[in-house]
T-cell receptor, first 116, second 111 residues
Framework: GAGVSQSPSNKVTEKGKDVELRCDPI?????LYWYRQSLGQGLEFLIY????????KSGLPSDRFSAERTGGSVSTLTIQRTQQEDSAVYLC??????????????FGNGTRLTVT | GNSVTQMEGPVTLSEEAFLTINCTYT??????LFWYVQYPGEGLQLLLK?????DKGSNKGFEATYRKETTSFHLEKGSVQVSDSAVYFC??????????FGAGTRLFVKA
């Protein structure tokens, strides 16, 4: 079946512009995560959605970052007034969620964001 | 605090060599532990997992044993292949659903 799909795969933007990154999780997965992978760094947790519960936003680095998940499926990560330090690969993952909390994360191939 | 620490790379080995990538964790409670792998040009995927102390996760010839007494989950493989060249991430969650990852260890295997 289809895996986690992210778009665009690459995004180059000018400093100060807003960007939107999209994630289509695996059908039936109730949990959705956003991570950021900077060069030479591990995966930095950003935000987590589980069903209709309030999202865990504890990893968002600043108020320029926000995310929403419409209809319990597609998610959009928005970065306002981008800065050069926002350059990274943004990864989305989904999992079965609360019904099986040890279920693995299924990752998309990521969006490589470059802020010039 | 809650964190995952893994050995820095890159690790360069010859084919058929023995591999160990160290991973230690700190956490409250009793986390589940994971190894994920990222092959060149591909997304991260689960390699193996262990959910309680003394469990051994295994897959594709890789193994890792959940050691509560040393808070470790070291990844091992007896004979690596060129196709094992990838970045390996140790990870844990704790009851909830936030999975925390280590910095990743890049492995190069030479023919």
């Amino acid at each position: 079946g289809a895996g986690v799909s992210q778009s665009p795969s690459n995004k180059v933007t000018e400093k100060g512009k807003d960007v939107e990154l999209r994630c289509d999780p695996i059908s039936g997965h109730t949990a959705l995560y956003w991570y950021r992978q900077s060069l030479g760094q591990g995966l930095e947790f950003l935000i987590y959605f589980q069903g209709n519960s309030a999202p865990d936003k504890s990893g968002l680095p600043s108020d320029r970052f926000s995310a929403e998940r419409t209809g319990g499926s597609v998610s959009t990560l928005t970065i306002q007034r981008t800065q050069q330090e926002d350059s990274a690969v943004y990864l989305c993952a989904s999992s079965l969620g609360q019904s099986s909390y040890n279920s693995p994360l299924h990752f998309g191939n990521g969006t490589r964001l470059t802020v010039t | 605090g809650n964190s995952v620490t893994q050995m820095e790379g890159p690790v360069t080995l010859s084919e058929e060599a023995f591999l160990t990538i160290n991973c230690t964790y700190t956490a409250t409670g009793y986390p589940s532990l994971f190894w994920y792998v990222q092959y060149p040009g591909e997304g991260l995927q689960l390699l193996l997992k262990a959910t309680k102390a003394d469990d051994k996760g295994s897959n594709k010839g890789f193994e890792a044993t959940y050691r509560k007494e040393t808070t470790s989950f070291h990844l091992e493989k007896g004979s690596v292949q060129v196709s094992d060249s990838a970045v390996y991430f140790c990870a844990r969650n704790t009851g909830g659903f936030k999975t925390i990852f280590g910095a990743g260890t890049r492995l190069f295997v030479k023919a």
